[in-house]
């Protein structure tokens, strides 16, 4: 497998003929730190709907655990318009200003080191 080597290549860009790091390996950092935090959230909204659902069930008719576990499928929902409501103000605003790639991070490469 040679997955590993093939991932860290990206973030390896130098100046030709030098040991000197290009800007492109921010890009390549920033765009992987950006997708990590997008499957966290998409899994951490995952857990919070099990856990209300479970919550739910399991509440036995108590009133306060009815109510924790609204709370929590709540916070659930809200996360999820946020996520949405981000994503979507962005392609508004690509949709706006004429730039279509608003959702993909990029760097210009500079020829001067």
């Known amino acids: 497998m ?3 080597p093939v991932v ?3 973030a ?3 100046y030709p ?3 000197v790091v290009m800007i492109s390996s ?3 950092l920033f765009t992987n730190v ?3 935090i ?3 959230a998409g899994v951490a909204l995952f857990i919070m709907f099990v856990v209300a659902g479970f919550s739910f069930l399991f509440s036995g008719g108590d009133p306060k655990k009815l109510e924790q576990a609204r709370g929590t499928l709540t916070n659930a929902i809200i996360g999820l318009v946020v996520i949405v409501a981000a994503y979507l103000i962005l392609r508004l605003i690509g ?4 730039y279509a790639n608003i959702t993909k991070f990029s760097i210009s490469p500079s020829t001067t080191p």
């Open 2 to 4: 040679h997955i590993v």
């Open 8 to 10: 860290f290549a990206a």
């Open 12 to 14: 390896l860009d130098t």
């Open 17 to 19: 003929g030098t040991d």
């Open 26 to 28: 921010l890009q390549t």
């Open 34 to 36: 950006v997708g990590v």
């Open 38 to 40: 997008i499957a966290l």
């Open 95 to 98: 949709a706006f200003s004429g």
